[in-house]
């Protein structure tokens, strides 16, 4: 430090040393200083260690003095806006408080990872459930966890038989159990999560985003339900979700009103046939066609309550609603009317059996699928197709529905 006083360092300094720094209040200088000083030959060991306890010491005081300018600052900023709110009071003036956004005290991954351990452990179920049968979507402000066959499920009341039942409903136990665990997770994690039960035995949890959110593991980590990983858009919303939902609801009501009207229809022609054979006083085959008619009935009758809860689900999701469709129509060239089908599922399998059981190779005569005029689906020949201005609908680009 060159000391400027008698009997000091090798320099000559002394006294002087055990003040340095004094008058220093840049922090980052003092730091800068002690450093230098620090293993410099230039000074003695002890010249060393009083000048460094020296500096030490100012930076504990500019320490001291900021913590106490910044607590006064806050006092200062605290009693002003008492005054300010007596004030206010004293005027009638009501102080519009600031919401303050609400954290979550669990991050999304452990929420959607203590989720899936929880269902697992706490809802009792037939079968045997793995954290790998989640599936989970983002859908921007919101994540989806779904399970399906979870708890314990039955056919509703108005079921009439148990046969591919796709609106089976949980027993009240697993619906307890689900709630207890729902609850509990919101609690925990400081989300407000809610839950719902779907078609073919499906249960949905959503798990709402909150400030900062985000989720590693992804739609990849399970893919959605139709197969297959992939994340989603994050950009996607809550009400197009519902909207997606809504219109395969709506696809899955025409594909049942389809075979609701073939089944009715088989069932009246059988139930005419009895009656003609009943007239003629032939009871035997009269009661062979009864029998026909109230089988088709019971199927058309199952099929009703698909169908009802389909157009349900769809106006409920999406407020979409079925089209008016007419059951047939005269195309030009043909004396009589063609089917006309709601669903392109329902033209499809028409598709397949015209073309089983199609004798003539000649392309004109081989089916094919289209858009009906006045809306659905036909199948008809080739030959039919220009003369009407017809679109054809490749059979390979109509998707099965689930």
Partial sequence: MG???????????????????????????????????????????????????????????????????????????????????AENLKNGIKTEKKPRAKKAKMSMDSTVSNLKDELI???????????????????????????RSLGKWK????????????????????????DKVVKRISRQSGRKLSWSQEEKNWIGVDIPKMKGDYYMGGRGSGGSRGGGGGSASKSTTANEKNMAKAQNYLAKAYKYQDEYDDYSDFANHYKSLAKRFKNEGNQKKA???????????????????????????????????????????QYEGERGTRRVFKSP?????????????????????????????KGGYSVVPHGLVKRNNLKEIRPYEIKDID
């Fill in 3 to 85: 000391g400027r006083g008698s009997g000091g360092s090798k320099n000559g300094g002394g006294a002087a040393s055990r003040n340095i720094g004094e008058g220093i209040t840049d922090k980052d200088e003092l730091i800068r200083l002690y450093n230098s000083i620090s293993g410099n030959p230039a000074y003695t060991t002890e010249e060393r260690v009083r000048a460094m306890e020296s500096i030490k010491k100012r930076i504990d005081e500019l320490d001291a003095k900021k913590a106490a300018d910044l607590k006064q600052k806050r006092l200062d900023a605290l009693a002003k806006a008492r005054a300010k709110r």
């Fill in 121 to 147: 452990s706490k809802v009792s179920t037939d079968g045997y459930i793995r954290r790998s049968d989640f599936r989970v979507e983002d859908y921007g402000d919101f994540i989806n966890v779904s399970v």
């Fill in 155 to 178: 056919n509703p009341s108005d079921a009439r038989d148990e046969e591919d039942y796709d609106w089976q409903v949980l027993h009240k136990s697993s619906r307890s159990q689900i």
């Fill in 287 to 329: 009661e062979y066609y009864e029998r026909h008619s109230k089988n088709f009935k019971d199927k058309a009758n199952k099929i009703k309550r698909k169908l009802n809860r389909s157009n349900s689900q769809a106006e409920k999701l999406g407020n979409l609603k079925q089209q008016n469709i007419p059951k047939s129509y």
């Fill in 345 to 373: 599922q329902a033209a499809k399998e028409r598709w397949k059996q015209s073309t089983k059981d199609m004798v003539s190779t000649a392309y004109k005569d081989q089916p094919t699928i289209v858009h009906a005029p």
